[in-house]
């Protein structure tokens, strides 16, 4: 772990030293492969949920104690 966080902290100060034009490209670069990243964690979430839906392990409920009871 102490490597990976010297590592991580080289990359950050390597990062603060890089011209702006670079740094506006890399936030650029980041902030897609976050945006990716969300989309695919959201459809798994949906594909799961369609799963259980189907074999009838999804519940649904407009009732607040019995959400409660659901978690």
Known sequence: M?????Q?????EKIYDMPLEDKL???????HNISEARRNEIA???????EEH???RLK???KVNELKKML
């Open 2 to 6: 102490a490597t990976i966080a010297f």
């Open 25 to 31: 490209e890399l936030k650029s670069l980041l902030e």
């Open 60 to 62: 649904f409920s407009s």
């Open 8 to 12: 991580f902290k080289d990359l950050v």
């Open 54 to 56: 189907k074999s009838g």
């Open 44 to 50: 798994t979430n949906h594909k799961k949920a369609q």
